[in-house]
């Protein structure tokens, strides 16, 4: 067995697609982690997870005891000034909490740019967090990169979004701002080699992939991929708050996320230093073209490990929550039964198909022709057991994503939509008995995609209301 690492930001992208390629190396991995419920099951049993907050150095500190190395993958994505005054006060905290507690290594993974430009203030943030964790004592392997080109990343769903769904894009002088994207294939591979530096070394490296582009060049040549035609006109009046609102309507990524991205593009983020081609030679960067190839095809996937909107927290939303959460629609219900978590999780897990969805079965019938006559797959696929799920099967015009027996159910919508959609059902167990959640996600496609959400709501909320309730009830009626 390799040496043992901790890693930060799991629930994250970077995190969630860093963990299975550390345990695929042979690194024994330790995940820290705001809300370790989150996190059980997604990886497999060898990984250990520690809950504790950033900014708690005793249990941060005991976390980090035993672990060889120590990777830095979180960050605040805010337009507030108080992230960067958070960040610094995150960042000094563990890497004293490294320090303590004999840590031989801190990766960090921060963004690129030229320190004697004028840094937009979330890529001076990131810079600062890197000197403030070298101050620690701690050595810092610390990697320097602009856009990420992959599946989930916030910054390539944004330009996928734009591209998809603008056929002419008025867009701000920043779209002609030179990039080096780089693909997430690559980032991983960086952060995996950092752990074979020689022990006590550290160092900051650029990290880039083979092109420089200019963001315009991005979209339109990701637009080819794609086989579309699009036209790009710049205009001087666009202003980063006006281009956030307009990411804002057009994708699902919300203003406040948007604003700070849009901010760092306004920089030149091109590599200038090659240590990282001396230092990783074994490391050689794939283009642009490839990058978005590889992206595309993992759309095509089931199983997609991370996404942007893995970090939702829906503990903290109000109870029957029905409204927008960080670019996402959502509606969630929770009930409690009197049944066990194992008796709940076997009623959602045996939905659609002959048994159908409990409650209002000839709305569904009509969806599913409405479905059928607009070309999509209707409800004629049901499902492969009335019982047994696996990732991968169809359940009517929905497809398992995600599936942890007596837990969890993740629906992914094939059915035609201004948008993507998901229904997740999660279960737990309490002290009298379980709680269930029930939540569905929307990501809307442009203003039809609101639409269309809010035109529907008044049958979501007795459909999914009935249905969560229902499922509670037949778990206690089989108990």
Known sequence: MKARVLVTGATGYIGGRLVPRLRDEGYAVRCYARAAERLRGRFDDAVEIVEGDIADGERLEAALRGCDAAYYLVHAMTSTHAFEAADREAARTFGEAARRAGVGRIVYLGGLGDERDALSPHLRSRHEVGDVLRASGVPVVEFRAAIIIGSGSISFEMMRYLTERLPVMIAPRWVMTRAQPIGIRDVLAYLVAALERPSGTGGTYEIGGADVLAYREMMLRYARARGLRRRIVVVPFFTTRLSSYWVHIVTPVPARLARPLIEGLRNEVVVRDRAAARDFPQIVPMGFDEAVRRA??????????????????????????????????????????????????????????????LVANALWRVRGWLDRWVGGVGLRRGRRSPTDLRIGDAVDFWRVEAFEPRRLLRLRAEMKLPGRAWLQFEVESNERGSTLRQTAFFEPQGLFGFLYWYAVAPFHEWVFAQMATRIARAAEAAD
């Open 296 to 357: 595309l095809d993992r759309y095509r996937q089931v199983d997609v490990q991370s996404t942007w909107f893995d970090a939702f927290d829906l503990r903290t939303l109000p109870r029957d929550f029905t409204g927008a959460q960080e670019g996402m629609l959502i509606d969630m219900r929770v009930r409690t039964s009197s049944a066990d978590a194992a008796r709940v999780a076997a009623v959602f897990s045996s939905l659609g198909g002959t048994r159908g969805w």
